[in-house]
């Protein structure tokens, strides 16, 4: 037993003392010092580009998020707009390293080799869009509708079973482009806009005449909207905990603001929040094992911001969405919602 002992401690010991090997994407995004995402090319709060051609929004910010803790600069983020399906081609093929554009994560998306879903940034549901004109209140009052529908989503599943189990019937158009979808909705060739909700709000302000559609109050499914990378274990680890330092971060009232003052006097501070961002934290000793720059957590924070910072940003009650935080599923369990912010330590 001693020596069964014995050479489990020296395992260990050598398997900490071990220098970090970061994966081959985690590799070319260190040397080329660019990281390149995925998001929605026309999705306004969530990723649009502004008059300057740059994409904002609160997907955007987790590609910056991630180009933030890996080359400690936000502006590194090559963010390229792209169709949903061809995000995940192009994932596939090598051709960017994340995509943060509204993917849902199912058990089949995940089991591709080709694909790893890393941390979900947003829960959602999947609802309908209809002009008040047609003068239905509820989606069960849908029967006979042409409902228009992205090409490779999971709306089209979603909107299959929920339509079979209640035996309404309905046709489909599957329009894989957005412009084209949006268009036929509009134009009144299809009667209900099915797609996530927030996706609906986003895409309602796309009209020329916003206040005559509403969403419908029916959510007919879950939607775990989740950061997608190429498959590597470095590049996952960073983005994975990255997030959580904006969750972290959330619990202890920082944000882009007023890190820097935090940071500056971390003795009067509590001990979780020292171990974010000191140089001797646990952070840091991640930073070693993962081949981040020192003051990673720090930089998430002061380029990008807490979690609730770039959800009020963008999506909160000051933004033509005005959805309140804490009415979500996306505040802290803390506040009643789904995000879990993981011990950092």
């Known amino acids: ?12 010991t050598t398997f900490l003392a071990a220098p970090a090997h970061a994966g081959p994407v985690f590799d070319e995004i260190k040397a080329n010092d660019q990281l390149i995402c995925l998001v929605n090319p026309n999705s306004p709060g969530f990723s649009l580009p502004d008059s300057q051609g740059v994409y904002q929004g609160f997907n955007t910010d987790f590609c910056r998020m ?5 080359l400690g600069d936000a502006s ?7 169709g949903f399906s ?10 960017a390293h994340m995509a943060s554009r509204s993917i849902t994560a199912t058990g089949t998306r995940d089991a591709d080799p080709g694909m790893a879903f890393v941390a979900t940034t947003f829960y959602d549901g999947q609802g309908f869009l209809v002009p008040k004109s047609l003068g239905v209140e509820n989606a069960s009052d849908l029967s006979g509708a042409t409902v228009c529908a992205e090409d490779g989503s999971t709306t089209l599943l979603n909107i299959a079973d929920w339509f079979g189990d209640r035996n309404i019937e309905y046709r489909v158009e599957n329009i894989a482009d957005k412009t084209a979808r949006l268009e036929a909705f509009f134009s009144g060739k299809c009667d209900v806009y099915a797609s996530d909700v927030t996706a609906l709000l986003s895409d309602r302000l796309l009209s020329e005449t916003p206040e005559d559609y509403a969403v419908l109050p029916e959510v007919i499914s ?3 909207l989740t950061l997608v990378t190429q498959p590597d274990q470095n590049l996952e680890a960073a983005l994975f905990w990255a997030f959580q330092v904006m969750l972290n971060a959330d619990q202890f009232g920082i944000n882009s603001k ?3 003052a935090v940071a500056a006097d971390l ?5 979780a929040v020292r171990r974010l961002f000191a140089t001797d934290s646990a952070t840091a000793e991640m930073a070693d094992k993962l081949g981040l720059p020192k003051d990673w957590a720090f930089q998430v924070i002061s380029q990008v911001g807490a979690y609730s910072e770039v959800f009020e940003r963008h999506l909160g009650k000051e933004t033509p969405f005005g959805l ?5 599923a996306n505040a802290l369990v803390a506040d009643g919602g789904q995000m879990y912010a993981y011990p950092i330590r």
């Open 258 to 260: 007023n890190v820097a």
């Open 76 to 82: 590194k983020a090559d963010i390229r707009g792209i």
């Open 66 to 70: 991630a180009a933030a803790a890996i």
């Open 222 to 224: 879950a939607e775990p």
């Open 86 to 95: 061809d995000s995940m081609k192009t994932l596939v093929a090598d051709g």
């Open 1 to 12: 037993m001693m020596k069964f002992l014995s050479s489990a401690i020296v395992l260990a």
């Open 267 to 271: 003795d009067k501070q509590p001990k």
């Open 324 to 328: 309140e935080l804490a009415a979500t």
